[in-house]
């Protein structure tokens, strides 16, 4: 049984690891587009040397696929949310609104969608 723990802590650290350089990496794309983003910046904005930086991601462009993955799959996420609070005739109308508004307001999925 405790064998199994240092796994299990070990993966969930990895896991936080990753998310946090996809969080960074997700605001500095946005910021500065794939051409100016820095992989330096990212790397020390999560806290990580750019090494651990690049065992979770091989390159600069697997990282930016990710982080645009990530924005993308928030918006759906809560687009299907929304989606299955509406009822009747008007759900995909509200869903459809729903969806440009969040595209509207998330400036993140904005700056990946224009730069790229």
Same mark, same amino acid.
């Given at each position: 049984? $405790? =064998?199994?723990?240092? %796994?299990?802590?070990?993966? &969930?650290?990895?896991?936080?690891?990753?998310?946090? *350089?996809?969080?960074? =990496? @997700? +605001? /500095?794309?946005?910021?500065?587009?794939? %051409?100016? =983003?820095?992989? &330096?910046?990212?790397?020390?904005?999560?806290?990580?040397?750019? %090494?651990?930086? !690049? !065992? !979770?991601?091989?390159?600069?462009?697997?990282?930016?696929? =990710?982080?645009? /993955? $990530? @924005?993308?799959?928030?918006?759906?996420?809560?687009?299907?949310?929304?989606?299955?609070? @509406? +009822?009747?005739?008007?759900?995909? @109308?509200?869903?459809?609104?729903?969806?440009?508004?969040? *595209?509207?307001?998330?400036?993140?999925?904005? $700056?990946?969608?224009?730069?790229?």
């Amino acid at each position: 049984m $405790s =064998a199994a723990t240092p %796994a299990r802590t070990q993966t &969930e650290r990895a896991d936080q690891t990753r998310a946090r *350089i996809l969080e960074a =990496a @997700v +605001l /500095e794309f946005s910021a500065n587009g794939m %051409a100016g =983003a820095r992989t &330096e910046q990212i790397a020390e904005a999560a806290g990580v040397n750019k %090494a651990l930086l !690049y !065992y !979770y991601f091989s390159n600069k462009q697997a990282l930016y696929d =990710a982080a645009f /993955e $990530s @924005v993308a799959n928030r918006v759906m996420a809560t687009g299907m949310l929304r989606w299955r609070r @509406v +009822l009747g005739g008007e759900r995909i @109308v509200r869903f459809t609104l729903s969806h440009f508004d969040r *595209i509207h307001s998330q400036r993140a999925f904005q $700056s990946c969608c224009s730069r790229r």
